[in-house]
Structure formats: structure tokens, C-alpha cells
């Protein structure tokens, strides 16, 4: 029978926001390295219980606590033997490890819905002035109601909305390159910059019409954005018109309206590919620059499956010193990036990140 004894000594919660706990346990096992992998287990496994709550819905217990366990060795930064021995016809090992709580808790909530904590994404909001006939209408308090109006359908559906001036000044910088090839890829590291899953980018054209009343006819084009991968994932357009005594009165009133209309059809779609992406995950796909033997590649996939955030992981080509996966992952490009570095870690090998581009990174051996 497996016994194990366990104390939490101390809780240190850091500046950056990492959690690390220095806990104490005891493992068994038939040799003294499987005592001490027992032992690991047995922290991680504490831990472990403080994140599954009653606010948490597990979709499959088992898949959630073998992804977590296997790798028990990954959440802890460092371990002291305390005492070991023989027992039997095994050993036992006592150690004092310092688990990192905060990649745990991320790693467990990748593997469940939670209730209260997943909810809707957060949403960057933002002007495009690239699109077609943006810059002939510069008047800003009627693009502040487009805006507005996209906003209103967001937060009434209690979407998280990143603050207008981030958004303001996210337009202006991307207005000043006036380079389209890089375009998602700026909108997506600037909404990621600020805990943003997705951006909305609008543009505006149209017509105006003079007469006894002022007649706006506006054509709003909006394209979301999901931002861990660079990719558009759906564009919508309409035409809004209406009229009014003045200008200035006209414009809002369609720009108002014109923001909500344009949205509304496009939150079925952002739920609908914010769940599945907590479910099932996202491809992405990751090039080795420095690994083409057959051993080194299915040691990296073995290593790099095991992490709780990964579906599945396979090779896909190889070849020319280089190799190319592709990974179904639940979490963000940057969490991506850091299971890349565990798994290569374990292996004993150096990675630098050459480049990212949408769903795709390439990484140098070195």
C-alpha cells in the first residue's frame, strides 16, 4: 500500500505573481527513483486539490488528473532529500519541493470549465484606418459612436472590453507603418499585450448626402481577430442609413446604430470559438531548427505531449536539420512558448524562438 506523509511548511507569493509553496512529502517505491518520482507526485498531488473547487466542473477526472500527475516533475523548481531508505523489498524518500502553484493552476483550469472564472473573453476594440474609405471620414466623435455602438452589444452580453484609450492608441500606431502584410499580426500581439483573447477591428465608408436633411449612408466592416494565433476567424459588413436636421447629428445617430447592428450577428460566433478553444484547443504548428534524428523527435513529442495544456502532438515533416510539428494545444501562444522550453528543458537542450507568425513558431536548437 502506498503511503505517503505531507506538510505545507510555507506559502511565499511573489511580486510577479507566482505562487511558490515549499511542501514536504514521502514516496515509496521499488527502486529509489521511482520513490522519489512517488514522492513528487505526492506534492503535486496536494496542491492539486486546492484548485478543484466546487466552482469547478471537471470534463473527464481521469484525463485531468493523468495529464497533471504524469508530469508532476515540471511543477516543481527545486527539491532537498530530507531522508531515504530501503523498506522492504523498496525504498522510500522524504523531500522538501517548491511547487509553482501559478503553472499548476493554469495548467488544471486549461482542463476544466470553471463556472466563475472562464466566462466570456476580453475583447480589444479598435478603428482600423486601413480600411476602405477610412480616411474620408475623420470626424472623431462619429467614429467614438461607432465604437460605442460595438461596445454597448459587447457589454450588454457581459463581454470585457479593453479601455478606449489602450484602444485609441493601438489605431495610431498601426496607422503610422501603413504596412497591411503585418497587420493581424500587429493587432493580435498588441490585444495580447493586454490580456486581450481577441481583437475587433472596425472601418468605415459611405456616403453623404446634402439636401433640406443631412442623409448618412455608412457601410461598417468589422473582422475579428483571435489573437493567441494571429488568425481571422469571421468578418462581417452592413449598411446603416438614416438622416437628420444637421450633420453632425446624422452621422452619430448611424454610427451608433450602424456599431451595434454590425456586431450582434458576431457574438454567437466569438462564444462559440471561445468554448471550443477551452475544450478542444487550437492547431498550432512548430518548427525545430537543430533536431532530425528519429530518436531526438519522438523524445520531444513524448515530452511535449505529456504537458496538460497539449491534445495532441505529432511530427508532420522533418528533414534538412529541421522538424515540423503540429500541436491541437488549449491555451495561449505565449503558454505555448513556455511548454516549447519545458519540454526542451527536460531534454536538456537550449531553444530560442527565431519567429512567430499567427499559429506558427520556429525555434532554433542551440
Known sequence: ?????????????????????DVEATGEG??????????????????????????TTVIDSQLLEDKIFSHSKGYITRYDIIKEGRRGDGYWVAIRAQVDSAILKDDINALTILRKSVGNPRILVAFSQQGEGAQSFKNKDFITEIYNGIVESLTDKQFRVVDKNTADNFARQVAETHDI??????????????????????????????????RVKLRIKTRLIDNSRSLEITNKVIEEAGSAITMANALEKVAREGGKH???????????????????????????????????????????ERFPLVNDAKEVESGGGKTTFEATYKGKRDQLDRDVIRAAKELGWTMKKIRAEGARSTWKRI
Request: net charge negative; proline share 2%.
Open 1 to 21: 500500500m502506498r503511503k505517503f506523509f505531507l506538510t505545507i511548511t510555507a506559502f511565499l507569493i511573489l511580486g510577479t505573481g507566482v505562487a511558490l509553496a
Open 30 to 55: 521499488a527502486s529509489r527513483d521511482q520513490a522519489l518520482a512517488s514522492a513528487m507526485r505526492n506534492v503535486v498531488e496536494q496542491n492539486y486539490g486546492t484548485y478543484i473547487t466546487s466552482t
Open 181 to 214: 502584410n503585418t497587420y493581424l499580426n500587429k493587432a493580435a500581439d498588441y490585444g495580447l499585450k493586454y490580456n486581450a483573447e481577441y481583437t475587433l477591428l472596425y472601418s468605415v465608408s459611405g456616403e453623404i448626402t446634402t439636401g433640406s436633411d443631412k
Open 262 to 304: 454590425v456586431v450582434d450577428p458576431m457574438i454567437d460566433i466569438i462564444q462559440k470559438n471561445w468554448m471550443d478553444m477551452q475544450q478542444n484547443g487550437a492547431l498550432y504548428t512548430v518548427v525545430i531548427d537543430g533536431i532530425n534524428d528519429p530518436e531526438e523527435i519522438a523524445g520531444f513529442t513524448s515530452k511535449f
